[in-house]
Nanobody, 124 residues
């Protein structure tokens, strides 16, 4: 059974940094698209960043130059969040699927495995 567990969320002031981690277990495919999403209750999820097995990455325009997605080892997906803004406040989720990432749209994959979410709060 595939499990994803996020950690690293918290509260910071504007301009601060956080590093989110997503520990993946029970995943046996060498192929993957992994992504980070954000969601405010009552709204649709929004793709933040994705990465494929070859290390290709994509980012939402709102986070380019500030966030960095990486796979630190086979089992941990990370999102380094720098220069945080109040509008980055949200619950962040990680996801994985044994498929290629969409070439053009961030995290535009029918992900079947999700983490439980971690809250990021940025105060002004």
């Amino acid at each position: 059974q595939v499990q994803l567990v996020e950690s690293g969320g918290g509260s910071v002031q504007s301009g601060g940094s956080l590093r989110l981690s997503c520990a993946v277990s029970g995943y046996n495919s060498s192929n993957y698209c992994m992504g980070w999403f954000r969601q405010v209750p009552g709204e649709d999820q929004k793709g933040v960043a994705d990465i494929d097995k070859d290390g290709h990455t994509k980012y939402a325009d709102s986070v380019k130059g500030r966030f960095t997605i990486s796979v630190d080892n086979k089992n941990t997906l990370s999102l380094q969040m720098n220069s945080l803004k109040p509008e980055d406040t949200d619950t962040y989720y990680c996801a994985i699927e044994p498929t290629a990432c969409d070439l053009n749209v961030v995290a535009y994959v029918d992900f079947g495995h999700w983490g439980q979410g971690t809250q990021v709060t940025v105060s002004s």
